[in-house]
């Protein structure tokens, strides 16, 4: 069955520290996300990709990076790890419009320490 | 304004209860509705689609009000099982972000022996 997976489920990190959380589909979507959840703001789009080598900019973008360099993957870099990037982080996946429903990852809980 | 609101709750009810949940979303232009369920510390998952000419699946029944951007879900003889976080998905469909989807913060429902 086609599923999408992310790890690590669960990291610890220190403050300043480089971080990739990876998510991979075998959907075969052209469409991906990442999302965090925090309590009070509910999910947010850090960064999205509608192909490969396509990369946007979500809503709370600064000090996240991806890349785009296949259809399963796009993994998600924190450059210098925040305490205010501890979160739920979820990656999801979906068919090109109209077909949009999205399908997501079973999420990566960060904290920084 | 925020894009997508909805009353965040909790609901608490008893079971065979029917509950009702609103959501307002404030671009017009958006094109295709959703509502996604998330149980705690789990990924959402989509739960129906919306259309204007409402929809049904079992105990569920989704409204569409494109005129007052207003979207509703029914949930009938409520379950325990139904207990979970109700999220209103709106996606703009249009330009650069046709395949995004905006999320509430979600309503907390709580169903009771």
């Known amino acids: 069955d086609a599923e999408i997976t992310q790890s690590p489920r669960h990291k610890i990190t220190e403050t300043g520290r480089q971080v990739t959380l990876a998510c991979h589909q075998t959907w075969n979507h052209n469409n991906m996300f990442w999302y965090r959840q925090d309590l009070g703001h509910g999910l947010r789009l850090i960064h999205y990709s509608y192909g490969v080598h396509d990369t946007n900019k979500g809503e709370v973008s600064d000090g996240y990076s991806v890349s785009r360099s296949n259809t399963e993957d796009l993994p998600l870099t924190l450059e210098s790890a925040a305490s205010s990037q501890t979160s739920v982080y979820f990656c999801a996946s979906s068919e090109s419009w109209p077909n949009t429903e999205a399908f997501f990852g079973q999420g990566t809980r960060l904290t920084v320490v | 304004r925020k894009e997508v609101e909805q009353d965040p709750g909790p609901f608490n009810v008893p079971e065979g209860a029917t509950v009702a949940f609103n959501c307002t979303y404030s671009n017009s232009a958006s094109q295709s509705f959703f509502w996604y369920r998330q149980d705690c510390r789990k990924e959402p998952k989509l739960l129906m689609s919306?259309?204007?000419s409402g929809n049904e699946d079992g105990r569920f029944t989704a409204q569409l009000n494109r005129a007052s951007q207003y979207i509703s879900l029914l949930i009938r003889d409520s379950k325990l099982s139904d207990s979970a976080t109700y999220l209103c998905?709106?996606?703009?469909?249009?330009?650069?972000?046709?395949?995004?989807?905006?999320f509430g913060k979600g309503t907390k429902l709580s169903v009771k022996p």
């Open positions: 998905v709106v996606n703009l469909g249009y330009g650069g972000s046709q395949g995004n989807l905006i």
């Open positions: 919306v259309y204007s």
